[in-house]
């Protein structure tokens, strides 16, 4: 099964300073995805990122707020930018190798004080 | 925009017990359903899915789903849940096949198994 690793686990972060997660995939794939687990809510996608193109973000998503990095096709990046208590959340990776099912990588917990 | 609304936020019921928690989403066409689990401490993980056939779909651990086109729903089952079942519990829905991949959660069931 595949296999999708992201860093770091969890921070503590202090408001205005950025953020970048990373994530690692096992085998090459052209689509990742990045969503947002707010406290008690559901996940949101924030944007898909393929390789070799610019990242495309879904409605109330910016990327001044959010760059996105795909640099190859096993890795991406994403900055959580000038950060807000509000950016408090849970941010996952996933990637679909198929364009059938998306794999989700185990998420980044980040608290902004 | 598309929406999926699972009901229930919280179930909680013994060992042996039945669970089935309700998924509807709000869009006609093609679709792709999924079923998601996070058990706690751990990230999220495929459960079923369905993409077309028989719209009954089993997927791991003993769950079940039914895909009910005229209701827009993909309700999961399963018969005799187990202490190991407690998890968060998330519906997805993709439309249509290929190019466009966006997934659609639903908010979550946080289901608790009693010993």
């Known amino acids: 099964s595949a296999v999708i690793s992201q860093k770091p686990s969890r921070d503590i972060c202090q408001r205005g300073t950025s953020l970048t997660i990373q994530c690692q995939v096992d085998?090459?794939?052209?689509?990742m995805f990045w969503y947002r687990q707010q406290p008690g809510q559901s996940l949101t996608l924030i944007a898909t990122?393929?390789?070799?193109?610019?990242?495309?973000?879904e409605s109330g998503f910016v990327i001044d707020k959010f760059p996105i990095s795909r640099p190859n096709l096993t890795f991406s990046t994403l900055t959580v930018s000038n950060m807000s208590p509000e950016d408090s959340s849970i941010y996952l990776c996933s990637a679909d190798w198929n364009q059938e099912t998306q794999y989700f990588g185990p998420g980044t917990r980040l608290l902004v004080l | 925009a598309q929406s999926v609304s699972q009901h229930n936020h919280h179930v909680i019921l013994s060992e042996a017990a039945s669970l089935e928690l309700g998924c509807n989403y709000s869009y006609g066409g093609t679709v792709n359903l999924f079923w998601y689990v996070q058990y706690p401490g751990q990230h999220l993980q495929l459960l079923l899915k369905?993409?077309?056939?028989?719209?009954l779909v089993k997927g791991i651990k003993g769950f079940e789903a039914e895909f009910i086109k005229s209701k827009f729903s993909f309700n999961l089952r399963k018969p005799s849940v187990q202490w190991s079942d407690t998890a968060e519990y998330f519906c997805?829905?993709?439309?249509?096949?290929?190019?466009?991949?966006?997934?659609?959660f639903g908010k979550g069931n946080q289901v608790v198994v009693i010993p």
């Open positions: 085998s090459q794939v052209t689509m």
């Open positions: 997805a829905v993709k439309r249509g096949f290929g190019g466009n991949n966006r997934l659609a």
């Open positions: 990122a393929n390789q070799g193109s610019e990242a495309t973000y």
């Open positions: 369905y993409f077309s056939g028989d719209p």
